[in-house]
Nanobody, 125 residues
Framework: QVQFVESGGGLVQPGGSLRLSCEAS????????IGWFRQAPGKEREGLSC????????YYADSVKGRFTVSRDNAKSTVYLQMDRLKPEDTAVYYC??????????????????WGQGTQVTVSS
């Protein structure tokens, strides 16, 4: 049974940082690209970042480029999203997902497989 468990969210002031984790079980993390997307109330799903299996190539949406960093630790079956210089517009529920592909060619917002509840990130003073 595949499980993705997201954690690390919380309340942070503008300009602050958080590191999200996505721990996978029942899933061979080494073989597939993992993406992060977020969902805010009343807004469409937004694909943020992806890390592939090939030399850990990465992708970032313009909205987070230069502020967010994705990484993976296959030995721990975990993917991370380091989020710096957070803004109020980053407030959303964050999810990790896969589409069972090795690269980041497909838009993350179209990934079909995610099993976690997400983790809430709130950026507010």
């Amino acid at each position: 049974q595949v499980q993705f468990v997201e954690s690390g969210g919380g309340l942070v002031q503008p300009g602050g940082s958080l590191r999200l984790s996505c721990e996978a079980s029942g899933f061979t993390l080494d073989y597939y690209a993992i993406g992060w997307f977020r969902q805010a109330p009343g807004k469409e799903r937004e694909g943020l970042s992806c890390i592939s299996t090939s030399n850990d190539a990465t992708y970032y949406a313009d909205s987070v480029k230069g502020r967010f960093t994705v990484s993976r630790d296959n030995a721990k079956s975990t993917v991370y999203l380091q989020m710096d210089r957070l803004k109020p517009e980053d407030t959303a529920v964050y999810y990790c997902a896969t589409d069972y592909i090795p690269n980041c060619d497909k838009p993350v917002e179209l990934y079909r497989y995610y099993w976690g509840q997400g983790t809430q990130v709130t950026v507010s003073s």
